[in-house]
């Protein structure tokens, strides 16, 4: 069983930064795509952007420029560092794994707060 644990989350102020960590419990190169998604309240969740295997990367039009997505193979980690950060940027923010299979998995999130 995959299990992912964000972690960085916190409160800060608009036009401040952040990284968040996604810890996986397996070797990276299980998985075909990571990603990270967010979820405002009483909205859907929505992708925040993707990284394959082979390192491309992808975001969402909203976030382009402002955040980065990276991963750590040694550490089996994922990583989303987030810059000029916006109000409208607060959510919770969950981390997505995509085995070959196409089986995914997520963690359980981690709180992003930005105050205006």
């Known amino acids: 069983q995959v299990q992912l644990v964000e972690s960085g989350g916190g409160l800060v102020q608009t036009g401040g930064s952040l990284r968040l960590s996604c810890a996986a419990s397996?070797?990276?190169?299980?998985?075909?795509?990571l990603g990270w998604y967010r979820q405002a309240p009483g909205q859907q969740r929505e992708l925040v952007g993707t990284?394959?295997?082979?390192?491309?990367?992808d975001y969402s039009p909203v976030v382009k420029g402002r955040f980065t997505i990276s991963k750590d193979t040694a550490q089996n980690t994922l990583y989303l560092q987030m810059n000029s950060l916006k109000p409208e940027d607060t959510g919770l923010y969950y981390c997505?794994?995509?085995?070959?299979?196409?089986?995914?998995?997520w963690g359980r999130g981690t709180q992003v707060t930005v105050s205006s």
């Open positions: 997505n794994a995509e085995m070959f299979d196409r089986t995914t998995y």
């Open positions: 397996v070797h990276m190169f299980s998985f075909i795509k």
């Open positions: 990284i394959t295997r082979g390192g491309t990367t």
